[in-house]
């Protein structure tokens, strides 16, 4: 194996022409330093990497292995999660704070060390502690190996565009406030593209993206959602979209005018600068919300622009965006969404189930003597609100440290009613650090049902550690014995960032191929907050192969 190290300032370029044919030990130096930056109309210090927002982009080739040295030079306690990045017997790396590793303190650093196996596609990175991933984020950028193709045409470019939400205010205290009072937070003021939200009210001098294009040429627009707690619409004015890949999974491809991407989501998507006589055409990302949810607003601008055209004298065609209500428009994206499954990528849906579960989603009440209403608002998973742990699960779980958590997180709900109906008498829940165990290469199946608890709501539920086939989805109460009859078991869309539907449910399968803990919770960061979150642990199997590797040396102490 070659060993290749670069310079920061060189290395993503290196990163973008690796010729070896072998597979590389990648290195990245991720410094954490507070960066004043000004967005609209407004300067602020952010928690920044390397002092870019967005964060640098990661990238590698499948089978390479990454080594991030992640340096804290700021006041908060840190981690960083390599979103969808499987971790296979590498969960030391997988970065959730006191799930896989207590986090790195101010002045420490720690060294994510992990091979990206069998995967190629965009992912991202992402602070796991607090509302860090506000600021805290970046791109993975995973190529196929070298002589692999595409299993579409090759586009002429690649363009990473991370979607996001910004605060006037500092996050951390938008989110403290919301504990203090036990109410939900003040919405963002604004969305963006790459860091910059475009034109917005009352700061009209704020500057856009622009992506330039030429004429005839396509390009494959690297597309990830690092909203804190939106799910978001994307169009470009009078072009179409082909989906090819979504969560670093290929996908049969088809043409939209409109991508469906909730926080924690990445889509891969083709854009042919097919208008012959060029100009200038408006990028929108806006929220999609069909729940009396507060949310915000604002359309996030870019502009498309042919380079064939005058960027400051070509007028720009506006794009419409969707009510934020289209849930038809939304389920028409999510119901296009196939496995590629070929023979080189096949969809290995199980068929043989070992662990048959039902997660109902919910929001309650709990009391809060202290908070404005005397109740604040609560999240669950079968009725448990998850309790963080003082020590990380992994560690507890590798050295059978007693008295961190329990193994008896219920398969089932305890108390069934009508989930999607009336509201239950009782909405408050219980607290507990409960997981639930799974033996190796175990198989799954995971019906995620939303409920009214206090209102339906979309759910993107995002799942460490593993991959998994969304095998159907629908309105209302799951229905165990007629809904299975109607599941895609054939080239069911693979993921790690599964929406549930708003008044409904969503079944996902998956094979517990990979020792360690690995959390599950919802991406909307205001709900895991809250305590929408649980874990399983996956024992080890037989042989050093099957097993979880020991802990690094230079992990991290609480």
């Known amino acids: 194996m070659k060993v290749v190290q670069w310079i920061p300032v060189l290395m993503l370029v290196a990163c973008l022409f690796p010729w070896s044919v072998e597979s590389m030990v990648r290195h990245y130096k991720f410094n954490v330093v507070m960066k004043n930056t000004t967005r609209l109309c407004s300067t602020k210090p952010i928690v920044t990497v390397n002092g870019q927002f967005p964060g640098p982009t990661l990238i590698a080739r499948e089978d390479d292995t990454v080594l991030v040295k992640v340096v804290n030079h700021v006041k908060y306690n840190l981690s960083i999660h390599w979103h969808g990045i499987r971790q296979l017997r590498t969960g030391w790396a997988d970065g959730p704070a006191y799930i896989t590793q207590c986090p790195i303190q101010p002045g420490q650093s720690y060294v994510y060390n992990f091979t990206v196996t069998g995967q190629r596609g965009t992912l991202w990175w992402h602070a796991h502690i607090l509302w860090l991933r506000a600021t805290v984020h970046g791109a993975i950028v995973i190529l196929p190996k070298l002589g692999v193709p595409y299993p579409f045409p090759k586009p002429h470019k690649e363009v990473v565009l991370v979607l996001g939400e910004w605060w006037k205010s500092d996050v951390e205290a938008v989110i403290n406030e919301a504990l203090k009072s036990g109410l939900a937070p003040n919405v963002s003021d604004a969305h963006t593209i790459n860091g910059y939200p475009g034109p917005v009210p009352r700061c009209s001098s704020q500057r856009g993206y622009t992506l330039t294009v030429e004429s005839g040429k396509t390009y494959m627009l690297r597309i990830i959602n690092a909203a804190l707690n939106e799910e978001l619409f994307f169009k470009i004015a009078g072009h179409k979209l082909t989906v090819v890949e979504v969560d670093a999974a290929y996908t049969k491809p088809f043409k939209t005018n409109t991508i469906v991407i909730a926080p924690g989501q990445s889509t891969n998507a083709l854009l042919t600068a097919d208008i012959a006589n060029g100009g200038k055409y408006m990028l929108a990302v806006s929220p999609f919300m069909d729940a009396p949810i507060a949310v915000d607003n604002v359309t996030g601008t870019a502009t498309v622009h042919y380079s064939s055209s005058n960027l400051s004298s070509t007028p720009t065609i506006l794009a419409s965006a969707p009510a934020t209500n289209a849930t038809p428009v939304a389920d028409n994206f999510t119901d296009s969404l196939r496995s590629l499954n070929s023979k080189k990528y096949p969809a290995k849906v199980p068929f043989k189930i070992d662990h048959s579960l039902l997660f109902t989603i919910s929001l309650g009440i709990n009391p809060c003597s202290t908070c404005i209403n005397g109740s604040r608002v609560a999240a669950d998973i079968n009725n448990v609100s998850f ?172």
């Open 387 to 558: 309790v963080m742990p003082k020590v990380s699960l992994l560690q507890a779980h590798f050295f059978n440290i007693s008295g961190v958590f329990t193994d008896d997180f219920p398969g089932k709900p305890l108390n069934q009613y009508n989930y999607t109906g009336i509201q239950p008498a009782n909405l408050q829940t219980m607290r507990g650090t409960k997981l639930y165990r799974l033996t190796y290469n175990s198989t799954v199946e995971l019906v995620l049902q939303d409920t009214g608890m206090i209102t339906p709501e979309n759910h993107p539920i995002h799942l460490h550690g593993f991959n998994f086939f969304v095998v159907g989805r629908g309105l209302g109460n799951f229905n165990p014995q007629k809904d299975p009859k109607k599941f895609n078991l054939v080239d069911p869309v693979e993921r790690n960032t599964v929406g549930v539907p708003s008044g409904g449910w969503a079944a996902i399968r998956f094979r517990a191929d990979n020792p360690g803990v690995w959390f599950m919770h919802c991406h909307l960061e205001i709900h895991t907050t809250w305590g929408l979150k649980m874990a399983f642990v996956v024992d080890n199997g037989k042989g050093p192969n099957e097993s979880l590797l020991p802990p690094p040396s230079d992990l991290p102490k609480c």
